[in-house]
């Protein structure tokens, strides 16, 4: 099956996992394909690094997306922020999401995209604030 590795725009969900803006992921080309096309994501050539770590996820077996932090580093488990974020992204839309953050004080740009609004929450420690709303 025919690949693509892309840097990701928008959060999203593929598979029932959360994956984040500026994350590299390498999909099947045709669901690659409707990502680039809907603006969520840009294909990228992967380095030799994000290969050979590209390369170390599927000889251990992992299902798609193989997934490729943006800080370089694999995570062993998903950590609170991970799963917070998850929360956040199945219980609000984005509209929701943003009026809720706004009325918690959560500052982002008007236009800001669901996954920067997700990250904003997240970085100004409120997740648990809107997740009991």
Do not use: W
Not at 14 to 36: C, M, R, W
């Amino acid at each position: 099956m025919k690949t693509k590795t892309l840097l990701l725009l928008n959060t999203i969900t593929y598979n029932g996992t959360f994956v984040e803006v500026d994350e590299v992921i390498e999909l099947p080309e045709k669901s690659a394909q409707a990502l680039i096309e809907e603006g969520k994501a840009k294909e990228v050539k992967a380095d030799k690094e994000t290969k050979e770590a590209l390369d170390d996820r599927k000889s251990d077996g992992e299902d798609s997306p193989h997934l490729i932090p943006s800080d370089g580093k694999e995570n062993a488990g998903e950590d609170e922020a991970t799963l917070s974020a998850k929360a956040l992204d199945d219980k609000f839309n984005r509209d929701a999401l943003a009026e809720v953050a706004k009325q918690v004080g959560v500052e982002f740009p008007y236009n800001a995209k669901k996954g920067e609004i997700i990250r904003a929450v997240l970085e100004a420690e409120k997740a648990d604030v809107l997740l009991e709303k």
